[in-house]
C-alpha cells in the first residue's frame, strides 16, 4: 500500500466507506503497473476519479484531496513535487469542474 501512514484516522465528516474505497484504489495502484502509468498521466482530479469509478472504486474529490498527501509513491501526480504542487493540482482540477 502507498499511504505514508497505516494508520489514518478518520473523522466523524469523513465517509468510512469512501476512505475504505480509497485504500483499496490506492493497493490496486500499487499493484498494476498499467493503471500506475494511467495516475502519471493525469492532469486534474477528475480523471483520477473516472480510473478508479472504471476500475469499481468510488470515491470523492473531497476524500482524494484530503489524503493525497498520504499517497506518496513516484506515479501520483504530485509525488515529489511539495505540498504547493499538489495544492495546485487540486486547485486545477477545481477550476476545470467551474469552468464546465
Known amino acids: 500500500m502507498n499511504f ?14 469512501e476512505l475504505a474505497q480509497l485504500r483499496a484504489f490506492a493497493r490496486a495502484v500499487s499493484a498494476r503497473a498499467e493503471l ?17 469509478a472504471g476500475c469499481g472504486y468510488r470515491f470523492s474529490f473531497r476524500i482524494l484531496r484530503r489524503y493525497a498527501r498520504d499517497l ?11 505540498p504547493q504542487a499538489r495544492r495546485d493540482f487540486f486547485l486545477a482540477g477545481l477550476n476545470a469542474a467551474t469552468a464546465r
Do not use: M, N
Not at 478518520?10 to 465517509?15: A, E, K, L, W
Not at 500506475?36 to 478508479?52: G, R
Not at 506518496?72 to 511539495?82: F, I, M, S, T
Open 36 to 52: 500506475q502509468a494511467l495516475i502519471a498521466k493525469v492532469e486534474t482530479p477528475d480523471v483520477i476519479l473516472e480510473i478508479a
Open 72 to 82: 506518496c509513491a513516484d506515479y501520483w501526480p504530485w509525488a515529489g513535487a511539495g
Open 4 to 17: 505514508k501512514a497505516s494508520g489514518l484516522a478518520i473523522s466523524s465528516s469523513t465517509s468510512a466507506e
